[in-house]
């Protein structure tokens, strides 16, 4: 199983007066219009997640529907409150076991997902930088674990050329 972790795509500024409810703060124009090109890009080289979760924040919905646009009906999107900002290991884990075979993509938010991928390919001694828009991809041959994971990339929209 391929497990893919998306930090949400380019945002407005946090504490920005126009969004005093930041689970609000929505996508920029330009983070949307470059996160479509990473997305058109991922899947033209094999991203095809079965399941997508997504944080419930706009921005994370956003970019989750990014991902869903360009998946073309091949994935089931699920909004996880557990992948809300603090989210924690323990409780997005259960949710994706769950899921029947397939790849599963989480879209959450830093530091987050920085822990996340640190933790799933190192048991949590290590540290990941995700890039706004970035996208990790971990295998698992056997069971979803801490630190039984392989990183088998981990792209960005400057590494794609958008």
């Excluded at 946090?14 to 996160?35: A, V, W």
């Excluded at 998946?71 to 603090?86: F, K, R, S, W, Y």
């Excluded at 290590?126 to 971990?138: L, P, S, T």
Aim: with cysteine; glycine share 10%; proline share 6%.
């Amino acid at each position: 199983m391929l497990l893919y972790i998306v930090r949400h795509a380019w945002a407005g500024q946090h504490g920005d007066p126009e969004y005093p409810d930041d689970s609000l703060r929505p996508l920029t124009k330009k983070g949307e219009k470059r996160f479509r090109r990473v997305a058109k890009r991922l899947v033209k080289r094999g991203f095809a997640p079965c399941y997508v979760a997504t944080s419930p924040l706009v921005r994370c919905r956003q970019t989750a529907d990014i991902l869903m646009d360009h998946l073309n009906g091949i994935a089931q999107l699920t909004v996880l409150d557990e992948l809300a900002p603090g989210a924690r290991l323990e409780e997005v884990l259960p949710w994706t076991r769950q899921q029947p075979a397939g790849d599963v993509a989480w879209v959450g938010h830093a530091p987050d997902v920085n822990h996340f991928v640190a933790a799933l390919i190192g048991g949590g001694s290590g540290h990941a930088d995700m890039d706004k828009g970035a996208v990790a991809a971990i295998d698992f041959d056997g069971t979803l674990e801490v630190g039984a994971g392989t990183l088998r990339w981990l792209s960005t929209a400057e590494v794609l050329g958008v």
